[in-house]
């Protein structure tokens, strides 16, 4: 059973058509990626599908339900989490703090009882401190978590950003470029730890990447972007075969 569908999306801004007909489909536990140039689309379509953009056609279904042009805070709650091409983090606040963020809008409990600190209030705060826990326990940010994200090598925050995704409680988890910036050693410990979150929490997983050895290592499905539209799809075995893609994207030495 696919986990996330869509079918013909289409953006356009002005005379550019940044998305063009494209279709995906994502299986409950599955990683695929999208790969291509600067300016394929590939973050546009994360953008259709996380809600920041308006689709001009096409149909976007998570798990059964069709999300397409719904509001960001909807598609989140429909169980879609995602990361940015560029880190977005509250560098006023803690490790721990960042996580908390995205668990407190789907805490449960009532504004009085969050006023007057009620036992539902002082439950829900206990609950709340140990699922940033087992959040950091599974990205191994434990020892970091009281240190203020700007003060972090870049991996790490890196780390943190998949965490706080993974607070809201995704059943799909979108990844934009993990590895932009990461040393050699840094991208074999992410490569891990996408495998372990696919493993372990059953997560279905849409990543885009630039560098090629976490796609083959990670992906049983690719579609290569260009210009817009889907030049390739397959496994990793027929993507490094296509010609075409070997022209466009991983070298022709010919």
Not at 64 to 85: K, P, S, Y
Request: one cysteine or more; glycine letters at 10%; charged letters at 20%.
């Amino acid at each position: 059973m696919n986990i996330l569908e869509i079918q013909g999306l289409h953006k356009r801004f002005g005379g550019v058509q940044a998305v063009a007909g494209f279709s995906l489909s994502l299986p409950e536990k599955g990683i695929i990626g999208i790969i291509g140039p600067n300016g394929a689309g590939k973050t546009t379509i994360f953008n259709l599908i996380s809600g920041i953009y308006k689709a001009d056609a096409g149909r976007i279904t998570l798990a059964g339900q069709d999300i397409t042009n719904h509001e960001q805070h909807q598609v989140a709650r429909a169980g879609l989490g995602r990361t940015f091409q560029n880190i977005r983090l509250f560098k006023g606040l803690t490790v721990a703090e960042n996580i908390m963020t995205a668990i407190d809008p789907v805490t449960k409990g009532s504004i009085f009882a969050c006023l007057l600190s009620l036992p539902g209030k002082i439950r829900a705060e206990r609950e709340t401190r140990a699922q940033v826990r087992e959040y950091l326990e599974l990205v191994g940010l434990v020892p970091y978590k009281d240190w203020r994200p700007e003060n972090l090598p870049y991996g790490i925050q890196r780390r943190l950003e998949i965490a706080r995704a993974l607070a809201t409680g995704p059943k799909v988890l979108l990844l934009d470029e993990p590895a932009a910036g990461l040393n050699p050693k840094e991208v074999a410990e992410l490569i891990a730890l996408i495998g372990k979150l696919n493993r372990e929490l059953g997560l279905a997983i849409l990543l885009i990447e630039h560098r090629m050895e976490v796609v083959m290592q990670l992906c049983q499905y690719i579609y290569v972007q260009n210009f817009g539209k889907t030049l390739a799809s397959g496994t990793p075995a027929e993507i490094q075969c296509n010609e075409e893609v070997i022209k466009a994207y991983l070298g022709d030495e010919g």
